[in-house]
C-alpha cells in the first residue's frame, strides 16, 4: 500500500484567500514530501516535522515538546463518472474510465474545530495525500495516513484538491483511528481538477451547528464558503460550477428562430413568477429581454446527479422520449392534425401498437422504454405500444361515465381544484365591458332541478353539498387569444357538482362562456346538463371534453380560480414555487446548518429537472404549448394564476383544504380539521402524511431549537426566510400569506409546508398521470373543436346531428397529440429503480444525532403505518370514492413503492 508523507503544518498567519487555511503547503508546493512504503503509522515528536510556511520552500522549525500523535486513516470513497449528463447519453457505462485516475492522488487537508488557545488563531492544517487503493464495480477507494497530534483537537473540516485532470464525484470520507469511533464526513458532490478550479474544497463534517454555535476554527469557512456558492452574478455559468443564483424565466423563447416564438418574460411585474436559476447566457439578437436557448442549460454542478444515478433515471428518461421518441413519432404521423377517426383507433394504440421508423441507438432505447417500444422479432420496424392504463385495466368504459368523472376531482390526479360554492349566484369578477354580462347562466331552478328534491339550493350550500370545478374568470381573459391559434379553442367553465347521501359527487352542471368578440359578436354562454335525451348527452359529453381540457392544462402548467380560491399546478405549485427555496438554502444556509441538512434530500434533481422542463416542456413550441388547449398562452396563464392566486401559507393541506371550503377547524376532529366530505381520498391519506411529515420536523427543529429566541437571532436562517420572501418569490414579497419566523413553530409551518409541496403534494398530482391521463378520453389535454351549438354553421350541425361520435373525436386531441402526451405522461408517470422515497433511509448527518436518528425511525415507523391505513381504506366498501366495482384505488399517497409506473410512491423530492 502506498502512504503519503505525514506532515503537519504550523500556524501560519491568517489567511486572506478563501477557503484556504494556513497550511505548510501553500498552493501545493511540496519540499520533502516523500511517498514511502509503510509503516505507515509513525508516533512522531512534533520537532520532527518540518513544514512550510508559504509556497516558497522554506523550513520552519517547529517547538521541540513531546505531543501524543494518534494515527488516522482517511478512507475516501469515489463514484465513477463519465463526465456529465448529456455526453453519457449512448454510451456505455462509467468504469472504463477509471482508468485515468491511476496514479494520480487527492490532496486531503484536516482542518482543526477549534483555533488555536494561545495564538487565537486558526490552527495549521494537516495534509496528505490519498491515493487509489481499490475499486469495485459502483466505487473507487482512496486512503491517506495521516498522524494528528493531540493539540490539534477535533477535526471539523477537510480540503480536497483534485490532483485529476478530470472532476470526481465524491462520495464521502472516512477518518479512521480516533478514540470516539470513525468520524464521517458525507460529501455527495464534485471535486473540480485543481487545473479548472484551482480553490480548494472544503468539506464539514457531518455534525450539525446554529451559526452562534460554530466552532471557533469554522467560523471564517462557514461564511465563506457561503461566499462562494452566492457567486458574484456576473458572467456566464460554467457547467462545472457551484453557484446559485436568481433569474426571471427569459430563456423560454426563441425569438432570433421567429418572431413568433418571442415569449414573454415571466417573473416581473406583468408577469409575476418565482425564479429561477440565473445561467448568464447572452441576450438574444432580437430582444434584448430575452435570454439564449443553449442545449444544455447550466444548474449548479451538484443539483446534475444523474451520471451516478441509474441509467432509467428519470431525467434521461425524459430526455430521450423528448429527443428521439417523439421526432420519430412526428415521422410516423404526418399529419399533425389528423384526429382518431374512431374510438377503436383510440384502442390499437394499446393494441396493434404505432410503426416507428427504425430507431437509432436502438437498444439503448429500448432499455429505457422496455414499457413502451416492443421489437418485432421478424422485422426491422419498432413498434410503440403503449401499455393499457390500470384504470382502463379495471373498467373499460371507466371514462365514460359522470361518476368517475366527479369521483376523479376527489381521487384523481388534480384533486386540488375542487372546492365548496359559499355564495350565490355565481358572479364573474372580470369587467362586464370587456367580458360581458357576469351573471352565470345557471339559475337556483337548472340546480334544484338537477338535485332532484334531495334540497333545496340554499340548503345544499349551507349544508356545503354544492361543489365547483371553477375555470371561469382564469380562462376567460384568455379565450379571443387563443382561439386566434390554429387547431384549438377555448371558454371559461364552470361545472357543480352534489354531494350525495353516499358521499359521491354527481355531476350536475357545465357552463361554458366566450367572451364578446373582436368581430361584434356578443357574450356567448350556455348551460349543459346530463339530462336523458339523446342530443343533450352527446353535448353533455363534449362539455365535459372541454372541462377536462382545462382541468389538465391547468393541472400540468398552473391552477386557477379567483376570491378565496388558491394555485394550483405541477409546474407552478410544485416544480417553479420549490426552486427559490432551494437556491435561498445553498445560499444563505450553510451545509452545517441543521435546516440545510433538513431539506437537502427534498431538494434533490429538483433544479435539473426544472431545467429540462424549460428545455422541451414549456418552452415555446414545446410539448406543453404543443398539446395544451391554450397552446402559447399555458405558460403565461400559470403566471396569471400565480399572481392572482399563490399564497406561501396556503401550500400547506391543511390551509389549502380550508381555504376551498372542504374543510373547516375542529379541534375535536381527527387532525383538527371537520372535512366537508368525509371521503375524500387525497384529504384522508394526505392528512394522515402531512402529520407524520410535521410531527418529524417538530422533533428536529425543536431538537436544534431547545431555546426559542436562537430563531430570531440565527442570522443564516433569517436571511434564508428574507431571501425566499422578497427575491426568490419577490414579485409576491408584498402579498399576504407569508409567516413571521420568529418562532420554533413559525419554522415548523414553513419547513412542513416545503416538505409536504416537495414530496406528498408533488406526488399526489404526478404518478397518477399516465393511469388517469394514458386514455385520453378520460383527460384530454386539448379541446380542438368550439361546441357545435356556438354559432354553428351548417356543416357543423350536420357532423354533430349525423355522426355525434365523430364530433367528439375531432374535439379530442389529434393522433400526433395524444401520442406525444402519452409518451410524455409514462415517463413522467415513472418511478426509477433508485427512487428515493420519503422517510426509507435517513441522511448520513441524521444518523450521527441520536436524538435525531431516533425521531426519523419513529417517521419512517408511521409512514409504513400508513401503507397498512391507505390499504384497509381501499378495501373498505364503505369509501366509494376510493372502493368499488372497477373503481381504482386511491394509492398516490402510499409512501413505498416498487419501480415503474405505479401510481403510487411518494418521493423525498421533485425529481422528475
Ligand atoms: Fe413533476
Known amino acids: 500500500m502506498l502512504t503519503p508523507q505525514l506532515h503537519q503544518s504550523p500556524p501560519a498567519s491568517p489567511a486572506l484567500v478563501p477557503l484556504s487555511k ?13 511517498v514511502q512504503s509503510t509503516p505507515a503509522l509513525q508516533k512522531s515528536p512534533r520537532s ?17 515538546t513531546i505531543e501524543r500523535f494518534t494515527s488516522i486513516k482517511a478512507v475516501v470513497t469515489v463514484k465513477p463518472s463519465t463526465g456529465g449528463f448529456f455526453s453519457e447519453l449512448g454510451i456505455s457505462g462509467g468504469l472504463d474510465k477509471i482508468t485515468d485516475l491511476m496514479g494520480k492522488t487527492l490532496l486531503l487537508e484536516l482542518v482543526s474545530a477549534e483555533l488555536d488557545p494561545k495564538t487565537g488563531q486558526e490552527k495549521g492544517t494537516i495534509q496528505g495525500y490519498a491515493y487509489k487503493n481499490g475499486q469495485n464495480e459502483e466505487e473507487v477507494k482512496y486512503e491517506c495516513q495521516f498522524e494528528v497530534g493531540e493539540e490539534f483537537g477535533e477535526v471539523g473540516a477537510i480540503f480536497v484538491e483534485n490532483e485529476h485532470h478530470k472532476e470526481m464525484y465524491l462520495k464521502d470520507i472516512i477518518l479512521e483511528g480516533f478514540a470516539g469511533g470513525p468520524l464521517s464526513i458525507s460529501c455527495n458532490s464534485w471535486v473540480q481538477s485543481k487545473y479548472d478550479s484551482p480553490q480548494k474544497r472544503v468539506f464539514f463534517t457531518n455534525k450539525c451547528y446554529l451559526p452562534a454555535e460554530t466552532p471557533s476554527g469554522l467560523r471564517r469557512l462557514r461564511e465563506e464558503e457561503l461566499v462562494i456558492l452566492r457567486g458574484n452574478g456576473q458572467g456566464e455559468r460554467k457547467s462545472h460550477e457551484r453557484i446559485y443564483d436568481y433569474d426571471v424565466y427569459n430563456d423560454l423563447g426563441n425569438p432570433d428562430s421567429d418572431a413568433d ?103 439503448f432505447l429500448k432499455d429505457l422504454f422496455p414499457r413502451l417500444i416492443k421489437t418485432v422479432t421478424d422485422a426491422t420496424k419498432d413498434i410503440l405500444r403503449f401499455e393499457t392504463p390500470d384504470t382502463m385495466n379495471r373498467d373499460r368504459f371507466f371514462w365514460f361515465s359522470d361518476e368517475e368523472f366527479a369521483r376523479q376531482t376527489l381521487a384523481g390526479i388534480n384533486p386540488y381544484a375542487i372546492e365548496a360554492v359559499t355564495e350565490w349566484p355565481l358572479m364573474s369578477e372580470l369587467d362586464p365591458k370587456v367580458y360581458g354580462p357576469p351573471e352565470s347562466a345557471i339559475t337556483t331552478e337548472i340546480v334544484e332541478r338537477e338535485i332532484k328534491g334531495f334540497m333545496t339550493l340554499d340548503e345544499a350550500i349551507k349544508q356545503k353539498k354544492l361543489f365547483m370545478l371553477d375555470y371561469h374568470d382564469l380562462f376567460l381573459p384568455y379565450v379571443n387569444k387563443v382561439r386566434q391559434l390554429q387547431g384549438t379553442t377555448l371558454y371559461g367553465s364552470r361545472t357543480l357538482f352534489f ?37 343533450s348527452m352527446w353535448l353533455w359529453r363534449l362539455a365535459k371534453a372541454h372541462v377536462l381540457a382545462h382541468d389538465s392544462g391547468y393541472h400540468t402548467t398552473s391552477s386557477s380560480a379567483t376570491g378565496n380560491k388558491i394555485s394550483r399546478s405541477i409546474m407552478l405549485r410544485t416544480h417553479c414555487a420549490t426552486e427559490p427555496y432551494i437556491i435561498a438554502t445553498n445560499r444563505q444556509l450553510s451545509e452545517m446548518h441543521p435546516i440545510h441538512k433538513l431539506l437537502h434530500p427534498h431538494f434533490r434533481y429538483t433544479m435539473e429537472i426544472n431545467a429540462l422542463a424549460r428545455g422541451y ?20 396563464l400559470s403566471a396569471v394564476a400565480y399572481d392572482k392566486l399563490w399564497q406561501f401559507d396556503l401550500q400547506g393541506l391543511p390551509n389549502d383544504l380550508i381555504s376551498r371550503g372542504l374543510a373547516v377547524k375542529d379541534q375535536t376532529a381527527p387532525h383538527g380539521l371537520k372535512l366537508a366530505i368525509e371521503d375524500y381520498p387525497f384529504a384522508n391519506d394526505g392528512l394522515l402524511l402531512w402529520d407524520a411529515i410535521k410531527e418529524w420536523v417538530a422533533n428536529y427543529v425543536n431538537h436544534y431549537y431547545p431555546d426559542p429566541s436562537r430563531i430570531a437571532s440565527d442570522k443564516e436562517l433569517q436571511s434564508w426566510w428574507t431571501e425566499i420572501r422578497t427575491v426568490g418569490h419577490g414579485d409576491k414579497k408584498d402579498s399576504p400569506g407569508w409567516p413571521d419566523l420568529k418562532t420554533p413553530s413559525d419554522l415548523i409551518h414553513i419547513v412542513t409546508t416545503m416538505v409536504w409541496v416537495a414530496s406528498g403534494h408533488h406526488a399526489a398530482v404526478n404518478f397518477g398521470q399516465y393511469t388517469y391521463g394514458g386514455y385520453f378520453p378520460n383527460r384530454p389535454t386539448i379541446a380542438r373543436t368550439k361546441m357545435p351549438v356556438e354559432d354553428p354553421t351548417e356543416e357543423e350541425l350536420s357532423m354533430f346531428w349525423d355522426k355525434p361520435e365523430v364530433a367528439l373525436l375531432t374535439c379530442f386531441p389529434s393522433q400526433i397529440q395524444a401520442t406525444k402526451v402519452m409518451a410524455i405522461l409514462d415517463v413522467l408517470s415513472n418511478h426509477s429503480p433508485d427512487e428515493e ?30 401503507e397498512g391505513v391507505i390499504d384497509a381504506r381501499n378495501s373498505d366498501q364503505r369509501f366509494k370514492n376510493r372502493s368499488g366495482a372497477g373503481v381504482m384505488p386511491y394509492e398516490l399517497l402510499k409512501p413505498f413503492s416498487e419501480p415503474g409506473v405505479t401510481g403510487k410512491g411518494v418521493p423525498y423530492s421533485i425529481s422528475i
Open 499 to 535: 354531494l350525495t347521501p353516499e358521499e359521491t359527487l354527481k355531476p350536475l352542471v357545465i357552463e361554458l362562456t366566450r367572451p364578446p368578440t373582436d368581430d361584434g359578436k356578443p357574450q356567448w354562454k350556455q348551460v349543459f346538463t346530463p339530462t336523458c335525451h339523446a342530443t
Open 261 to 363: 416564438k418571442k415569449r414573454p418574460v415571466l417573473g416581473g411585474k406583468e408577469f409575476p413568477y418565482p425564479r429561477r436559476c440565473r445561467t448568464g447566457r447572452p441576450r438574444t439578437k432580437t430582444d434584448p429581454e430575452s435570454e439564449s436557448r443553449t442545449v444544455t442549460i447550466y444548474v449548479p454542478r451538484d443539483e446534475q446527479f444523474s451520471t451516478i444515478k441509474e441509467l432509467t433515471f428519470s431525467a434521461k428518461t425524459v430526455y430521450s422520449v423528448v429527443h428521439a421518441l417523439l421526432p420519430s413519432l412526428e415521422t410516423a404521423i404526418v399529419d399533425t392534425n389528423l384526429g382518431f377517426p374512431f374510438f377503436t383507433a383510440i384502442d390499437e394504440l394499446f393494441n396493434e401498437g404505432i410503426n416507428l421508423p427504425p430507431l437509432q441507438k436502438q437498444g
Open 617 to 636: 416542456l414549456i418552452n415555446g413550441d414545446g410539448i406543453i404549448e404543443t398539446t395544451f388547449s391554450p397552446g402559447k398562452y399555458s405558460m403565461e
Open 837 to 866: 422515497y420519503l422517510g426509507q433511509d435517513p441522511e448520513p448527518a441524521w444518523k450521527v444525532e441520536p436524538a435525531i436518528n431516533a425521531a426519523f425511525e419513529s417517521f419512517h415507523g408511521r409512514l409504513k403505518e400508513l
Open 22 to 34: 494556513p497550511s505548510s503547503q501553500g498552493n501545493g508546493g511540496i519540499a520533502t514530501f516523500p
Open 48 to 64: 520532527a516535522g518540518v513544514g512550510l510556511a508559504s509556497s516558497t520552500i522554506e523550513a520552519v522549525a517547529r517547538p521541540s
